[in-house]
């Protein structure tokens, strides 16, 4: 069964510094996310990408936020410089074609872990 | 503004019972909704989805149900097992391009 693929598991990184968090979205989805859970709390949107450009994105998502798909297979999210309220989990999600008619679910990785010290 | 929310943060119920873990929503807009099963460590997984022009959807042991009327969404799981025991999440999607907005999670607790 395919699979949305989040690399690394657990990510540890001094305040201040860059990460950058790693997907493999299922191979023939079209639209790409990125949520984020902190420890307790639900699930928030962060960003969605599509067609090479960011498509909607939360107020989370500020300029320390970036996403990048770099070639045809990788979908990436960066913090530039890391906060202590950036640690949390951090998914990837892929859907297949954003036709408005045909609701079609998002597949979500496994998470990355962020710890921020 | 919007937000989907929750009635019970847990629910502790016997194996073999069933189960019904509900939602409120407040954007009467809202046309798709979905319910994942988070399971400690992991990744919000897919259970059942549903439309705003339907009122009842059936899975394998899983059913939705929506009430437009008062904004209300319900996932009953049958004969609850202790594999079933994880965090469930209602989402609604909004907007244009399958952004999702979730709901605060219920646990659910199986019991032998």
């Known amino acids: 069964e395919p699979e949305v693929t989040q690399t690394p598991s657990h990510q540890v990184t001094q305040m201040g510094q860059e990460v950058i968090l790693r997907c493999v979205p299922i191979s023939n989805h079209l639209y790409f996310y990125w949520y984020r859970q902190i420890l307790g709390q639900k699930v928030e949107f962060l960003v969605s990408f599509y067609n090479n450009e960011i498509s909607e994105k939360s107020e989370i998502f500020d300029d320390q936020f970036s996403v990048e798909r770099p070639d045809g297979s990788n979908f990436t999210l960066k913090i530039r410089s890391t906060k202590l309220e950036d640690s949390a989990m951090y998914f990837c999600?892929?859907?297949?074609?954003?036709?408005?008619?045909?609701?079609?679910?998002?597949?979500f990785g496994q998470g990355t872990r962020l710890t921020v010290v | 503004g919007e937000s989907v929310g929750l009635h019970l943060p847990t629910l502790s119920v016997q194996e073999g019972d069933n189960s019904i873990i509900n939602c409120a929503y407040s954007?009467?807009?809202?046309?798709?909704f979905i319910w994942y099963k988070q399971e400690s460590g992991k990744g919000p997984q897919f259970i059942i989805d549903i439309r705003s022009n339907m009122d009842k959807r059936q899975g394998q042991r899983v059913t939705v149900l929506l009430n437009k009327t008062v904004k209300h969404l319900s996932l009953q799981i049958a004969a609850t097992q202790p594999g079933d025991s994880a965090v469930y999440f209602c989402?609604?999607?909004?907007?244009?391009?399958?952004?999702?907005?979730f709901g605060a999670g219920t646990r659910l607790a199986v019991h032998p």
């Open positions: 954007n009467s807009a809202s046309d798709y």
């Open positions: 989402a609604e999607k909004a907007g244009g391009y399958n952004k999702l907005i």
């Open positions: 999600a892929s859907s297949a074609h954003p036709d408005r008619i045909v609701n079609t679910e998002a597949f």
